[in-house]
């Protein structure tokens, strides 16, 4: 039986990224029925928005979708379509692993960690008041002289609701990908009553693994456990904004984004997508490392049910950053080495790999 999957290609080099990891996962010998999607600055000016109604409405249908990186414009445009994505179908749980595979250029080689993130509020609420707006300034009225008068404000929600059912999504992705510890990372100290209630769920959730060895590490300290031990740590479960910046941290110890795969789950709907953003500089050069993209749809075939083809899919593209020539530029010792392939040639390395096993 085949499939059905949501397909959006993306912006910048997402088209790209995607055509590649679509191939591979055609390669497994799982079968798709794609529906391709736009979204994103590409098709601003044919669809006003880069976000189409159609996209949602193709992935409440198919339930599943796979997404190339779309552009986020910095301190001005439209928010976020990845953010407007994981609240519109209420996806509340980013998975990101963070794995060394041997052949990738990194001084850490013990590192097996795994973000779960929470995904619809904290600062990302996208609750903001201009400066000198009424909103702001009842705000700052209702402060008693804690908040600057020319302050631009963002609120920080953090519910029962949605910290019980993150940690019950880290603990139940512990228990079934056989994980021994679940650390909880927030800064209770300072912010007591959102940070604080993040904690007191995360206990209590806890009390239903007993299995599972849990604990609480403050944020600014585990940026520097992370960096001086990461191999103390197994699954890490945190709001938001935490979990956006550690999950880069984590990529970082692990040889770059460039590696890093991303799944975004609810109760009704998944999509999966690379850590890392569009790189629109690299746009139709064949140069960008496919791997955060195609490890992102092994984590879609880990979700579908074909536990046996993501195994091998895994097993092939490992093989191709061990036996290192076959790679693209950045994860080549010399990043101008002339060996060094494109994204489609990396892609066909990894169906080979496959189709030899």
């Not at 910095?74 to 209420?90: C, H, M, P, Q, Y």
């Not at 520097?224 to 910046?245: C, R, T």
Request: glycine share 8%.
């Amino acid at each position: 039986m085949a499939h059905n999957v949501t397909l959006i290609r993306g912006d910048g080099t997402g088209p790209e990224l995607v055509e590649a990891a679509k191939r591979v996962l055609e390669g497994t010998g799982v079968a798709f029925n794609w529906d391709i999607q736009e979204a994103g600055i590409d098709i601003m000016e044919t669809a006003g928005t880069p976000l189409p109604p159609s996209v949602i409405e193709s992935i409440r249908h198919n339930k599943v979708a796979l997404k190339g990186p779309i552009t986020t414009p910095i301190g001005k445009g439209f928010r976020s379509v990845n953010v407007a994505l994981r609240k519109e179908l209420d996806l509340y749980a980013c998975i990101r692993p963070c794995k060394y595979y041997p052949g990738i250029r990194s001084k850490y080689t013990d590192v097996d960690l795994v973000i779960v993130r929470e995904n619809t509020e904290d600062l990302y609420a996208g609750v903001e008041y201009d400066l000198d707006t009424p909103e702001a300034k009842q705000i700052i009225a209702m402060a008693g002289g804690k908040i600057r008068q020319d302050s631009a404000i963002s609120i920080k929600p953090i519910s029962v609701t949605g910290a019980r059912q993150i940690a019950k999504t880290a603990f139940e992705y512990a228990r079934k990908h056989g994980r021994k510890k679940v650390t909880a990372v927030c800064k209770a100290n300072i912010m007591k009553y959102t940070d604080g209630l993040f904690y007191r769920m995360a206990e209590e959730v806890s009390k239903d693994y007993p299995e599972i060895e849990y604990q609480e590490v403050l944020v600014d300290n585990m940026c520097m456990q992370l960096v001086q031990k990461p191999e103390l740590y197994d699954v890490l479960v945190m709001p938001n904004l935490y979990g956006d910046i550690l999950s880069d941290l984590c990529a970082g110890l692990v040889g770059g984004l460039g590696v890093a795969p991303g799944a975004n789950i609810g109760d009704s709907a998944a999509l999966f997508e690379p850590t890392h953003g569009s790189a629109p500089k690299y746009k139709g050069q064949n140069k960008v490392n496919p791997t955060a993209l195609i490890l992102s749809g092994m984590l879609m075939l880990e979700y579908l049910g074909e536990g046996d083809a993501a195994v091998r899919l895994e097993k092939a593209v490992s093989a191709v950053i061990l036996e290192g020539k076959d790679v693209t530029y950045d994860m080549k010792p010399d990043r101008n080495d002339p060996t060094a392939v494109g994204t489609a040639e990396m892609a066909d390395a990894i169906i080979r790999k496959m189709n030899e096993g």
